[in-house]
């Protein structure tokens, strides 16, 4: 088996797995991922082989400014460049090819199935990018949709041909090159009739469409990695704290977060644990009542907080709702939104209004994710969420397989 893809931190992890979960199953699986060293360090720590594709993520992230189409082009050639190489030659043999990220990604890798005669699943880690009557499509770079358009099907057709313009030309040259007639829906090409779903169904419920989507459930990978001594000792040392983390937003506006939200937490008499991140986070001083820390495990730290500040990125979102633990999501673009929505309608936490809080606009998110029908109901809604997503699509994939 071959996964392939291309993102953040959000990309990656679900494809390492499903990864651990087909191995465990005894089925031989690599995954086609940035080479980004933390990347390569969650491959090798989780014992998966990894093939290194395109530019590391995190320098263009950070040098990417946003809603800008610069650079776009040549990015979408690379990554479609990688596809019909280093992917096509990963996937020599293979008996499916599982893609996910950009739409240059997961068109390439659909066609380099197609000419290999394996079997291609298009994944998806936000129902947000999926076509349906009931939402409407996000907007592409360089590319807003026309305003006053309330048809979510009629703006889903302009995304359509959006995605024509921008990838089509470049997709059907590659294609050409290797004896495969053009596609004139890129897009659709690129998800398939039945695309795989890998959010929750309880938290993120998918409205039937006309596409036959198939939802196993979030794929997680389990990470027992113990916390780090100093990060233990901490929350050890009083009442459960609230973690404040924006994972891989690059650094932008995000600097003056750390100190309103460690503000808006010693407001309610809380201690804080502030996550670096890609946008490199810092302590604001040096009070005991705060710690700044790396890269861990969040679904260990997640059981011992008494709140969950963040971005609203998928994985997040869930890991938080897992643990049991209210949530206030800051969205500061992409599909964050959709999920922000997801925790105020459930009632497991808050939807902050806007991505820059202040210290008076967080303190009282706080006080509505801290009160104890929030985290009553945080803690209900636990039991619930799937876990095992990841062995559903493992052993579909498998069965399909044979």
């Known amino acids: 088996m071959l996964l392939s893809t ?12 499903l990864a651990v979960r087909l191995r465990e199953f005894g089925a ?18 989780s014992g998966v082989p990894m093939v290194p594709v395109g530019q590391p993520v995190r320098p263009l992230v950070a040098s990417v400014r946003p809603g800008s189409a610069a650079g776009l082009a040549r990015r979408a050639a690379d990554l479609i460049a990688a596809q019909f190489g280093t992917v096509a030659a990963a996937a020599e043999g293979c008996d499916a090819l599982v893609a996910t990220g950009p739409l240059p990604v997961t068109a390439g890798a659909r066609s380099v199935a197609e000419k290999l005669g394996v079997r291609y699943v298009h994944a998806s880690h936000q129902p947000v990018v999926l076509p349906s009557p009931h939402q409407p499509p996000p907007a592409r770079r360089g590319r807003p949709l026309p305003p006053g358009v309330a048809d979510n099907r009629a703006l889903w057709d302009v995304d359509a041909q959006n995605a024509n313009d921008m990838f089509g030309a470049e997709i059907n040259a590659h294609r050409a090159a290797i004896g495969l007639a053009p596609v004139d829906n890129v897009r659709d090409y690129a998800f398939t009739g039945t695309p795989w779903l890998a959010t929750d169904p309880i938290l993120s419920p998918w409205r039937p469409t006309e ?21 233990a000792a901490f929350l050890d040392a009083g009442e459960p704290p609230v973690y404040v983390g924006f994972g891989s937003m690059p650094p932008g506006a995000l600097q003056d977060v750390a100190r309103v939200a460690v503000e808006a937490i010693r407001a309610q008499g809380r201690r804080a644990i502030v996550s670096r991140g890609w946008a490199g986070l810092a302590l604001v001083d040096d009070g005991d009542d705060c710690l700044a820390v790396g890269e861990v495990s969040h679904q260990e730290l997640f059981a011992r907080v008494a ?37 105020a309608a459930s009632g497991i936490g808050v939807a902050h209004d806007g991505p820059m809080p202040t210290v008076e606009s967080l303190s009282a998110a706080l006080d509505t994710a801290l009160a104890p029908s929030t ?17 559903v699509a493992a052993r579909l994939l498998l069965d399909s397989a044979g």
């Open 6 to 17: 291309y993102g953040s931190r959000g990309s990656v992890e679900p494809m390492v797995g």
């Open 28 to 45: 031989d699986v690599r995954v086609c991922a940035p080479p980004d060293e933390e990347f390569k360090a969650l491959l090798a720590g």
């Open 211 to 231: 596409l036959d989507v198939v939802q196993t459930g979030a794929w997680i990978r389990p990470d027992g990695r113990p916390l780090p001594p100093d990060l």
């Open 307 to 343: 709140a969950v500040v963040h971005h609203g990125s998928s994985g997040t979102t869930t890991t938080a709702a897992v643990a049991g633990v209210p949530q206030v999501v800051v969205a500061q673009g992409a599909d964050q939104p959709y999920w922000a929505d997801r925790v």
């Open 375 to 391: 985290r009553a109901r945080a803690a209900a809604m636990a039991g619930t969420v799937r876990t095992d997503g990841a062995a």
